[in-house]
């Protein structure tokens, strides 16, 4: 009789076993349906508070607008990326998941993968929302057709562009918080490291006055850049056009994801 | 016989008060490196912003040229390229002071103005503007020069605050009330007597009273006097989720005087009509100036004379106060936040909360203890990063020849208390937050959507100006209230704001502060009744 597990057929699939094992991890968590859940109420609950009471101003953005409840459902997808590592370093879980899957960046690769995916699934669900309580609600605000308001519609290529982006920035914001997390292992240190990240470009760029400066940090804060994506009025003045925004955060989360797996790779656990 | 002597511990009892208590949670703070090490993150962070925002806001080309000289700030080289400079009063403080002026020398230590109003109008009422501002002015008045900024004392009526007499810019003190017209017109009189000039006011030319006295400080012999008209801009704020604007719109006063009277010295022989400061444009239809005809006088002005306000919204973007640069405060809080959060979260943790709870069963005290300890080295982290800040941009403003907008020494000392503080009271409501809810993800998030958030939010003018304006009055966040630089002033309409740059609070700064101290004590008798009644 011959045992079930061989080590040669253990290392061949190692990627979609260590991704079983993630997302056992993660799926039987009370706290992450809570989260999500949280997620997506909270970024539908702000955008539809936005747009009704949102008043009529020359060059408003409606597509921006619809969706600046990802401004604070982002905060709960970091909190869920966080979550995905710290939590194993607070209960000691880490040490038997690297006796169990040795080969460290593919541990760090299916959390990626997976907070990734979550936040993508509930990020869809909370922009089609929010997209939804803009397209009901505007036109009684007075953003109607007549007053040379265009109604907000997914075929409609910048508001699709918008929604989607939505939507990957919240999958990006995740990367970049569970990078963070898996370099400082600590869940507080983590997330305030993130918030601070968040918060603190926009923060500097209304300070600073010398509009030169200002340009520089929108362009290189993660939340700043990153939500041009949103934009649909007035494109080419935003700092960076949509999708190079979006990318420049794209480039934090993978910088974040690089540290936090050289930091795994040659660190005790 | 044995005689059995129970067993003793061969360690001395050891003394078990409040202070051992206190010394043992300090032993617990100071052995953590990770907690120290944020500490100094806290205050190296916020005095690193504020060094850099300095330095991006001082013009780059600018500083460039003026640093080759090394002889100090060059004030020809910000003038050149930098925002204009600023105006300053006789007290040193920034002031606006362009008017429309129709004026005589007035010679000697004596000598008396009167005049009758009989109207005050302006613009007619159109959908951007209302007619006449509340502080349009119109009047006499007594100058040292005609320079800007010079001393000055005047008797004037207003849009809709009545007769004042207002001094040196920042002074104010209401005579009769009403608006002035036809039918009830206002006499003012100006008196001068050495330094000392004098207002009255009257509604028949017959009956006077006395509005105020004031002691104007090394006037000359030989000042200015005469009559004046100005209309301060029209701020108009309009801040919806996802667009804010700030409108100013030029306005202008028009004024008719008679029964002009003089008494005293006045050597020249006619009245001389000009703009004081750079002369504006005016409003198309409504150009500045007088005409006399038969004994009356019509003045049209437009400007303000007043004591100017920080922001962009206000027209006075690059210069400003030193409390903006504590902008980096809210980082250097967010770390803070993360020690105080793991301060008590690492005890449930570890399994060492059951140590400390058997070692000093009542638990009220344990908490205060942390409390304590906690609130000192938070306080003193923002004392440190406070200094830190202002020693640094001031320094960095000096050498990029960057003019910082004047605070006056007592708000400067607020500022670094009131920061030092803000942070003790944040640590202690954090320590309260995670004894409540014992997880750190959990306690961190709530302290910084609690008081990071609505400062984020109200300053990047992410939310309209009217739900920011209440986020500051009462959520925690409130306690930032203490970095602002400088006062509102009643007689001057700004656009005091939170957000746009301008850095105005809605609550008074120790008012803020107690806003915050109200969350703390919440938190904490809800911690200490939560750690009494549930197992560790």
């Known amino acids: ?269 | 016989m044995t005689t059995i002597t129970p067993y003793r511990s061969p360690v001395q009892d050891g003394p078990d008060g409040f202070p051992q208590l206190l010394h043992a949670e300090w032993t617990k703070f100071r052995t953590v490196r990770g907690w120290v090490i944020g500490m100094i993150v806290a205050v190296l962070v916020t005095a690193g912003l504020g060094l850099f925002l300095v330095a991006a806001s001082a013009n780059v080309s600018c500083g460039a040229s003026s640093s080759g000289g090394g002889s100090g700030p060059v004030r020809h080289g910000a003038a050149a390229c930098g925002p204009p400079p600023l105006l300053q009063g006789p007290a040193g403080e920034p002031v606006t002071d362009s008017f429309y002026f129709v004026r005589r020398p007035l010679a000697g230590n004596g000598g008396s103005i009167t005049v009758r109003v009989t109207s005050l109008t302006g613009l007619p009422p159109g959908p951007m503007q209302p007619g006449l501002m509340p502080w349009s002015r119109a009047g006499i008045l007594i100058k040292q020069d005609l320079s800007q900024g010079s001393a000055y004392a005047a008797m004037m009526v207003t849009g809709g605050n009545g007769v004042r007499m207002q001094w040196n810019y920042t002074g104010d003190t209401s005579g009769l009330s009403g608006a002035v017209s036809a039918a009830s017109p206002r006499w003012l009189r100006l008196t001068r007597d050495g330094d000392t000039i004098t207002g009255y006011d009257s509604t028949d030319g017959a009956h006077w009273t006395q509005v105020g006295a004031v002691h104007l400080a090394g006037l000359p012999s030989a000042v200015q006097a005469g009559l004046f008209a100005t209309s301060p801009q029209y701020i108009a704020i309009s801040t919806s989720f996802g667009s804010g604007n700030v409108n100013n719109n030029q306005t202008v006063a028009t004024a008719v005087f008679d029964h002009v009277r003089r008494s005293g010295a006045w050597p020249a022989s006619t009245w001389t009509g000009g703009d004081i400061g750079p002369a504006t444009e005016g409003i198309q239809g409504f150009p500045q100036g007088y005409h006399q005809a038969a004994g009356r006088f019509t003045v049209t002005g437009s400007g303000d004379i007043a004591p100017a306000i920080p922001g962009p919204g206000n027209g006075n973007e690059g210069h400003e106060p030193i409390g903006f640069f504590l902008a980096g405060a809210v980082a250097g809080l967010i770390a803070v936040i993360v020690v105080a959060t793991m301060f008590m979260t690492a005890e449930y943790r570890r399994g060492l909360i059951r140590t400390t709870l058997a070692v000093s069963p009542v638990r009220g005290r344990v908490l205060a203890a942390k409390a304590i300890v906690i609130g000192s080295a938070a306080f003193v982290t923002g004392l440190a990063a406070a200094v830190g800040t202002v020693i640094v941009a001031t320094e960095e403003a000096h050498a990029s020849g960057y003019s910082l907008w004047p605070v006056p020494w007592p708000a400067e000392l607020r500022l670094i208390a009131g920061t030092a503080a803000l942070a003790a009271v944040a640590a202690v409501l954090t320590l309260a937050v995670a004894t409540m809810v014992r997880r750190s993800a959990a306690a961190v998030m709530l302290v910084i959507v609690a008081i990071v958030v609505p400062y984020f939010l109200t300053f990047t003018a992410a939310v309209p100006a009217v739900i920011g304006e209440w986020l500051l009055r009462i959520t925690p966040a409130a306690a930032f209230a203490v970095q602002q630089s400088t006062s509102r002033y009643h007689q001057v309409q700004a656009a005091y704001m939170p957000g746009l740059g301008d850095g105005f609070f809605p609550l008074a700064p120790w008012a803020g502060l107690a806003v915050l101290c109200g969350w703390a004590a919440l938190a904490l008798a809800g911690a200490a009744y939560l750690l009494r009644r549930r197992d560790a």
């Open chain 1, 1 to 269: 009789m011959s045992l079930p597990l061989s080590a040669g057929r253990r290392s061949h699939r190692a990627w979609p076993e260590t991704l079983h094992a993630e997302w056992t991890k993660l799926r039987t968590l009370a706290s992450t349906g809570w989260l999500l859940a949280g997620a997506v109420a909270l970024t539908v609950a702000v955008s539809t508070m936005a747009v009704a009471a949102a008043a009529v101003a020359p060059g408003l953005d409606l597509a921006k607008l619809s969706l600046t409840g990802v401004q604070a459902g982002q905060a709960v997808a970091v909190i869920l990326a966080v979550l995905t590592i710290s939590n194993e370093y607070s209960t000691g879980m880490i040490r038997v998941t690297l006796t169990a899957m040795p080969r460290r960046p593919t541990v760090l690769a299916a959390k990626a993968a997976l907070a990734g995916g979550l936040v993508l699934a509930a990020g869809a669900v909370a922009v089609l929302a929010s997209v939804l309580a803009g397209r009901l609600i505007l036109p009684g605000r007075g953003f109607t057709p007549a007053n040379g308001y265009q109604l907000l519609s997914l075929g409609n290529g910048p508001d699709l562009r918008a929604a989607c982006g939505s939507v990957l920035y919240l999958a990006l914001i995740a990367l970049l918080s569970l990078g963070i997390a898996t370099a400082v292992r600590d869940s507080a240190v983590a997330i305030g490291t993130v918030l601070a990240l968040l918060y603190l470009f926009p923060i500097a760029a209304a300070v600073v006055s010398n509009h030169h400066w200002q340009r520089h940090l929108e362009q290189i804060g993660p939340t700043t850049a990153g939500l041009d994506i949103q934009g649909t009025v007035g494109v080419h003045a935003l700092p960076l056009t949509p999708w190079q925004g979006l990318g420049v955060l794209a480039l934090w989360a993978v910088g974040a994801l690089i540290l936090g797996g050289l930091v795994l790779r040659f660190r005790d656990a």
